[in-house]
Every structure is written in C-alpha cells, then in structure tokens.
C-alpha cells in the first residue's frame, strides 16, 4: 500500500524552527523528484521546496529560500522540510508529494501525497 505519512507540526513561536518528516512506504522515494507544499488558509495550495531524483539539486520557493532546507534519507524512506526562522506567514497546512518524475510546482505532477500537517507560527 503506498503511503506517504507525515510528521513534525505544531504551534511555534516566530523566529522558531521545526523539522517536519514524511516516511514513505510501498515505494521508494529515491526512484522520484519529491516535493513540500503549503496551503494556508483561504490560499491556493503553493510549492514550497522540491529536490530530484536525478541529481539531488534543490528548489525554493522565494519566500522560503534560506530559511526551509529539504532533505531525503534514502535509508529511511523519509524526506524532511527543516523550516527555520519561521514567520507568521509560513502558517498553513504542509504537504509532502512525491512521484513526480521532475520537479514542478504543480499538483497534477505528482502521484502520492501525505495527509498534510499543520504548522502554525504565532506568539
């Protein structure tokens, strides 16, 4: 059965950091471009970060870049959205994708998705 179960939200403070992690089964991660998305409240879904499959080279979004840092561990599975300096407008429901053959920013270009996590940035 192919899953994508995800991990690591939570309420934090601005300027705060978390690590969300997204553990694949039924498939393996290292095979495809895997991605993060966001959708915030009254917002269309976003892409946050993707890295390939191919290479290992990363994407950000611009609101993102230098702060959000994504990472796979083929060993485990598991792909990770490391998220620091964290501000209020990072708040939104956070998706892991995979299955894409390619990085994009579309939904439609990936096959799996986890049940999203929500990450909240607040005082």
């Known amino acids: 059965q192919v899953q994508l179960v995800e991990s690591g939200g939570g309420l934090v403070q601005p300027g705060g950091s978390l690590r969300l992690s997204c553990a694949a089964s039924?498939?393996?991660?290292?095979?495809?471009?895997i991605a993060w998305f966001r959708q915030a409240p009254g917002k269309e879904r976003e892409g946050v970060s993707c890295i390939s499959s191919s290479d290992g080279s990363t994407y950000y979004a611009d609101s993102v870049k230098g702060r959000f840092t994504i990472s796979r561990d083929n060993a485990k599975n598991t792909m990770y959205l490391q998220m620091n300096s964290l501000k209020r407008e990072d708040t939104a429901v956070y998706y892991c994708?995979?299955?894409?053959?390619?990085?994009?920013?579309?939904?439609?270009?990936?096959?799996?998705w986890g049940q999203g996590t929500q990450v909240t940035v607040s005082s």
């Open positions: 039924g498939f393996t991660l290292d095979y495809y471009a």
């Open positions: 994708a995979a299955g894409a053959h390619f990085c994009s920013w579309s939904d439609d270009d990936y096959r799996f």
